[in-house]
């Protein structure tokens, strides 16, 4: 027998749709996670959603370029997720563009946050006494330290982001 649908076609088939987009998160834990989640679901429903999720497969199809590099971000993005929940600082080694050279920083993480096909860490820099956007594929070693920190209160990623242009963040500048 089957079990009872928590859901209708319509969500059925915009889950379906989620996965399509989350090509661009392949080889991560969040694609594999998805993939795992909707088997478990493929596996109770009944032979009529079976089909028209088949039926689907034929009619839709969704394209994101997947990028490189996620595959070898996993453990980081897995320490970093950690590290947020349970509130602890991460030590990192940190590959500045800029200066072209390696820096030591205790970060307390904020957030992790995808832009534009890439995977950011936003958190409290030790070194710089300031919120800072870390591209994780510039972090070429991290450590959970069992030091704690409170996020503020007030901390919200999206006012955060208003004076940023994409990754860029800072000051607002006038320009003609």
């Known amino acids: 027998h089957s079990i009872p649908i928590p859901f ?7 889950l379906y ?13 969040l694609k594999d996670s998805l993939e795992s989640f909707f088997e478990k ?6 032979p009529e959603y079976i089909d028209y999720l088949s039926r689907i497969d034929k009619s839709l199809e969704v394209r994101s370029k997947p ?15 950690e590290a947020a929940v349970h509130r602890k600082h991460v030590d990192i080694s940190y590959f500045t563009m800029s200066r072209k050279k390696e820096s030591r920083r205790r970060v307390a ?3 992790i946050w995808f832009f534009d096909g890439r995977f950011y860490l936003i958190g409290d ?28 209160a007030d901390f919200n990623v999206d006012d955060f982001m ?12 006038k320009v003609r």
């Open 8 to 14: 209708n076609l319509m969500e059925l088939m915009a």
């Open 17 to 29: 749709f989620s996965r399509g987009i989350m090509n661009v998160l392949k080889n991560t834990f």
């Open 41 to 46: 679901i493929k596996a109770t429903l009944p």
């Open 67 to 81: 990028y490189k590099q996620h595959g070898k971000l996993h453990e980081i993005i897995e320490m970093i997720s």
């Open 109 to 111: 993480p904020y957030k």
């Open 125 to 152: 820099c030790g070194l710089r006494q300031d919120v800072r956007i870390f591209a994780l594929d510039r972090i070429r070693k991290i450590d959970q330290t069992d030091e704690t920190f409170e996020m503020p």
């Open 162 to 173: 208003k004076s940023s242009f994409g990754v860029f963040h800072g000051e607002s500048v």
